[in-house]
């Protein structure tokens, strides 16, 4: 790399490298406090509406080059902008003497109040309804429109942050990769890029100094961005990119050097996510984050809608193996329909399976419309609930499971307290699930969300492998399955390791499954164990990983960039 070059160091997403320009996520305008009355206010009323129609008119354009779903959020934008009551509304206000952008962001936020008293279909376009008030105010004020920019070729892009709705429009026919300045590597984002196999930097320190067109190098195994990388940086990637395009052309089911089975398996959070899947090279689906089908629904879903949804998502999967996790409905993931507003400390508060406490209705409803899938679809879905901390939990959860038909009952395992009693635990369902992003969060008391405290919550903590390990050895000992669903399966180290504390399947985000697939292949089982044994003596994170890599063969470190 040349001396002049400027590297920012964030915190890599995934092992993929890519280089290109950047396309910059620009940050709604502000409308000022002390806004005057117009002097003019035909002038100012005709400049208004001719934003609503710039702006329908710059989503159908931008409509027209972008992928089928992509369109679709785009289209049903443009339609807000078409609306003629807004637009009659906002002018009929400005005629008063409003100022214009108070006018309309009073008119956006009734109709939002109407919207959401409505509930249903008309509440999930507030967004819409939102975004449309932040393109007219930039129109009017002649800045660039908030949000994703227009793409005319393939670009890495740079926020701050994404939203939920920015994600959603992003064109992955032009999205080559994703730098974010803030988030950490569990946080939604990340694990939205690995899911659509996107390399991604997130807490990319220095990120909103990037410009639109600067060229740069993103290398996500590194965390690295590299602005005006010389011919060297870009051959770097341009090897690791076809490295890894080999590595996913292996379809064999995940397994050690000596044969031993570990099932790799897919992290989803939609029916299209499924539908995704079929041509991939996975044994089927170990976490189906079912909350995300329901983020932007202010009422409870139906027994109908969810079951259209799940028998959409299994007949999919034809048969593969699927592991539906029950609403984790809180903290990071609210749900407007359930989650109680008011708690002060959200992610030790009524979430995850906490929440029969409270809405039971809710839980016997999402199991009800997963038996009736199973039905449907002819498969034969493992169901586990989030968040479980006692036996007694783990109990009522599996007899409620199993009165609604479901026949393979599991919990996660994602709080301290149900990792040293996973043995317990076993004895009364038929599997565990590590989630070790929320036992981080809760062995390390740190906030998943917080990336500026990231270090305390790697994977490799001394105190979180021995947790995971004693889960794993609580499976070996009752002879039944312990899978690892948190993103730290992704990590090809990691996956070993856990391969040699006896854990049964990784689940991770798709993209990731081809280097985890070679770093298995590539060990024996007794390697594995090895590795597990020399990373649990070492006493800080970065030991740990490091001692695990000395026992990595040489090749594979090369090929998946691991040192
Ligand atoms: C986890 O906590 O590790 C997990 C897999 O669940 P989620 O990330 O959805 O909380
Ligand atoms: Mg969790």
Redesign the pocket.
């Known amino acids: 790399m040349s001396e002049q070059s400027i590297v920012l160091q964030g915190v890599g997403v995934g092992r993929g490298a890519v280089w290109g320009p950047v396309a910059t996520v620009r940050p709604a305008p502000e409308v000022p406090a002390d806004e005057p009355v117009p002097a003019d206010r035909a002038a100012a009323k005709e400049k208004v509406l001719d934003a609503f129609t710039l702006v329908a008119k710059g989503l159908r354009a931008q409509a027209q080059g972008a992928s089928a779903t992509v369109a679709d959020v785009l289209k049903a934008t443009a339609q807000m902008a078409d609306d003629p009551a807004l637009r009659e509304q906002t002018g009929q206000r400005i005629d008063k003497g409003e100022p214009p952008m108070h006018a309309l962001t009073a008119v956006v936020a009734s109709f939002a109040e109407m919207f959401t008293a409505a509930g249903g279909y008309l509440a999930e376009r507030v967004t819409d309804l939102n975004s449309v008030r932040d393109r007219v105010v930039a129109r009017y004020q002649e800045l660039p429109e908030p949000g994703v920019p227009p793409l005319p070729w393939p670009s890495i892009i740079v926020a701050p942050d994404l939203s939920p709705a920015d994600t959603a429009a992003l064109d992955l026919d032009k999205v080559l990769g994703i730098v974010i300045e803030q988030g950490g590597p ?1 946080g939604h984002t990340a ?1 939205i890029a690995g899911q659509l196999g996107l390399p991604c930097v997130v807490r990319a320190t220095g990120a909103s100094q990037l410009g639109d067109g600067d060229i740069v190098a993103l290398d996500a195994a590194h965390g690295t961005v590299t602005l005006d990388p010389d011919d060297e940086t870009r051959a770097a990637v341009e090897t690791r990119r076809a490295g890894l395009a080999a590595l996913a052309e292996a379809t064999a089911d995940g397994a050690t050097a000596d044969g031993h089975h570990i099932a790799l398996l897919a ?1 989803i959070g939609t029916a299209e996510d499924a539908e995704r899947l079929t041509d991939a090279a996975v044994e089927g689906v170990g ?1 189906f ?1 079912t ?1 995300v089908l329901f983020l932007g629904a202010t009422t409870a879903p139906t027994v109908e809608d969810q079951a259209t949804v799940y028998t959409r998502a299994l007949a999919a999967l034809g048969g593969r193996k699927v592991v539906l ?1 029950t609403l ?1 409905a809180g903290a ?2 609210p749900l407007a329909f359930v989650t109680q507003a008011g708690e002060e400390n959200p992610a030790l508060g009524v979430r ?1 399976f906490r929440l029969v406490r409270h809405a039971e209705g809710l839980l016997r409803t999402q199991l009800e419309a997963i038996a009736r899938a199973a039905k449907e679809s002819g498969g034969t879905p493992w169901v586990m609930a ?1 968040m479980i901390a006692t036996v007694e939990e783990a109990r009522q959860f599996s007899a409620m499971a199993r009165e609604a038909g479901i026949e393979t009952v599991g919990v ?1 395992v ?1 709080v301290p307290a149900a990792a040293l009693r996973a043995k317990d635990i076993l004895a009364e369902v038929d599997f565990v ?9 809760y062995t390390m008391a740190t906030d ?1 969300l917080l990336g500026s405290l990231v270090d305390l919550l790697d994977a490799w903590q001394p105190a979180l492998l021995d947790l995971v390990a004693a889960t794993a050895a609580a499976g070996v000992e009752t002879g039944k399955p312990v899978g690892v ?4 399966a992704a990590d090809p180290v990691m996956a070993l390791l856990l391969t040699g504390l006896g854990v049964t399947s990784l ?1 991770m985000s798709p993209s990731a499954v081809p280097a985890v697939r070679f770093a298995l292949s590539q060990h024996s089982l007794e390697t594995c164990r090895a590795i597990g044994e020399v990373a649990r003596k070492a006493p800080t994170a970065a030991e740990a990983r490091a001692a695990a890599l000395t026992l990595v063969d040489p090749h594979v470190r090369e090929v998946l960039a691991l040192d």
């Open positions: 569990t694990i992290n976490l984050r909350e996790r984790d990071d993931k995850g989030p996660m994602e699930s590590l989630g070790t992003n929320d036992l981080a969060q998943r669903c948190g993103e730290s689940s």
